[in-house]
Antibody, heavy 121, light 106 residues
Framework: EMQLVESGGGLVQPGGSLRLSCSAS????????IHWVRQTPGKGLEYVAGISTVGFITYFADSVKGRFTISRDNSKNFHHLQMSSVRPEDTAVYYCVLGGATSGINWFDPWGQGTLVIVSS | IQMTQSPSSLSASVGDRVTITCQASQDISNYLNWYQQKPGKAPKLLIY???NLATGVPSRFSGSGSGIDFTLTISSLQPEDIATYYC?????????FGPGTKLDIK
């Protein structure tokens, strides 16, 4: 069974940067896209970004486009979400999730345990 | 694409049949998934493509619908089903989630 573990969350000042990492372990039926979904009490669940296995196609929510980047290291099963120019509204629990396909977006399964990002001065 | 859910919260008794609805702002065919989130835990996939049960999910859960209107049904509520349930569409990018339905035991 595939397991995902996030790291890198914490407190960051507005305008600052933070890098979240996602480590994948265990067995899976085939290569799959990796995505990030965040959750806040006020806005609920929100798609953030994703990267495909084939062609390294990337996807971003409009709210983070131009500020966040996503990358993957298939050889090491690590994926990273680089957050720059962060804003208070980026405060959330960030989940690393496995997509149901090698590219494109369908369902998310499994989910990591989440890492909390707080943007505050 | 905007997703709405009703009700926003629901109390039911053990053994009850529970129905949660999800509506999309436009036709999404069957590109609709359901998730269960227990307190303090990450969401878990329950149903994909509107009506397909994810691996390991009990058969008391079922999903139906296509186009705009979708339904998640629990045929006989169990205490471990206490959670918040979310729908999610993937007909368009970015995928979007409903606001959730919080289910508890009466």
């Amino acid at each position: 069974e595939m397991q995902l573990v996030e790291s890198g969350g914490g407190l960051v000042q507005p305008g600052g940067s933070l890098r979240l990492s996602c480590s994948a372990s265990g067995s899976m039926s085939g290569p799959s896209a990796i995505h990030w979904v965040r959750q806040t009490p006020g806005k609920g669940l929100e798609y953030v970004a994703g990267i495909s296995t084939v062609g390294f196609i990337t996807y971003f929510a409009d709210s983070v486009k131009g500020r966040f980047t996503i990358s993957r290291d298939n050889s090491k099963n690590f994926h990273h979400l680089q957050m720059s120019s962060v804003r208070p509204e980026d405060t959330a629990v960030y989940y690393c999730v496995l997509g149901g396909a090698t590219s494109g977006i369908n369902w998310f399964d499994p989910w990591g345990q989440g890492t909390l990002v707080i943007v505050s001065s | 694409i905007q997703m709405t859910q009703s009700p926003s919260s629901l109390s039911a008794s053990v053994g009850d049949r529970v129905t949660i609805t999800c509506q999309a702002s436009q036709d999404i065919s069957n590109y609709l998934n359901w998730y269960q989130q227990k307190p303090g835990k990450a969401p878990k996939l329950l149903i994909y493509d509107a009506s397909n049960l994810a691996t390991g999910v009990p058969s008391r859960f079922s999903g139906s619908g296509s186009g705009i209107d979708f339904t998640l049904t629990i045929s006989s509520l169990q205490p471990e089903d206490i959670a918040t349930y979310y729908c999610q569409q993937y007909d368009d990018i970015p995928p979007t989630f409903g606001p959730g339905t919080k289910l508890d035991i009466k």
